[in-house]
């Protein structure tokens, strides 16, 4: 079984200053990681994801994000943020098991990053 | 621009009513997914469908009915819906081949209002 929690459910910012969101997972097998952005009203879409490698995973719209195995965490990080980045943030794992060819992937609650102009 | 199409956008119904929500995906993709998302909340798993063939029902009541009539359409047929069945309804699809991410491509989604 596997878990993800986002403890800030509310990140207010200012426009162009830095932002972390943060996410720690639980999981008895390797997973892999993945940041979703919600904005009002559409579906997910993809920020960026982590399979293996390198730790630091560069996705788009100049967002970023660290593995750290240690800690179970993988932050999400922005240096400068816009009045666009406003949106819900979800982080997800999914396990390397694949089973009945489809992996069932497990989302945190989710952070609303409210970037205040 | 997504790649995965969910028709309609929005739709009203009342609780008597027989309607379907419908998706389609051109990537080559063999495994489909029903979420429903409430406000505020993390989207939830009510479907999975792997090759055409039903993989998961998450214990979802039968008032939601879901068809993969092939590899690029899933529909989800709604009968006797209940208010609190109000929600986005999204559908997402992924690959299945060996090496399989778990990445979901996702549809903007249905808005139902059920009334």
């Known amino acids: 079984a596997q878990s993800v929690t986002q403890l800030d459910s509310q990140v207010p910012v200012f426009e162009e200053a830095p932002v972390e969101l943060r996410c720690n997972y639980s999981?008895?097998?390797?997973?892999?990681l993945f940041w979703y952005v919600q904005y009002p009203n559409q579906g997910l879409q993809l920020l960026l994801k982590?399979?293996?490698?390198?730790?630091l995973v560069k996705g788009i719209n100049g967002f970023e994000a660290e593995f750290n195995k240690s800690q179970t965490s993988f932050h999400l990080r922005k240096p400068s943020v816009h009045i666009s980045d406003t949106a819900e943030y979800f982080c997800?794992?999914?396990?390397?098991?694949?089973?009945?060819?489809?992996?069932?992937?497990?989302f945190g609650t989710g952070t609303k990053l409210q970037v205040i102009p | 621009d997504t790649e995965v199409t969910q028709t309609p956008k929005h739709l009203v119904m009342g609780m008597t009513n027989k309607k379907s929500l419908k998706c389609e995906q051109h990537?080559?993709?063999?495994?489909m997914y029903w979420y429903k998302q409430k406000a505020k909340k993390p989207p939830e798993l009510m479907f999975v469908?792997?090759?055409?063939?039903?993989?998961i029902n998450e214990s979802v009541p039968s008032r939601f009915s879901p068809e993969c009539p092939n590899s690029s359409l899933l529909n989800l047929h709604l009968h006797a819906l209940q208010p609190e069945d109000s929600a986005l309804y999204l559908c997402?699809?992924?690959?299945?081949?060996?090496?399989?991410?778990?990445?979901?491509?996702f549809g903007e989604g249905s808005r139902l209002t059920v009334l």
């Open positions: 997402a699809s992924s690959q299945v081949r060996t090496g399989n991410t778990g990445e979901l491509f």
């Open positions: 999981s008895s097998v390797s997973v892999y």
């Open positions: 982590y399979l293996s490698g390198s730790t």
């Open positions: 997800a794992v999914s396990d390397h098991e694949n089973s009945g060819g489809y992996q069932k992937v497990t």
């Open positions: 990537m080559g993709h063999r495994a």
């Open positions: 469908y792997s090759y055409e063939k039903l993989s």
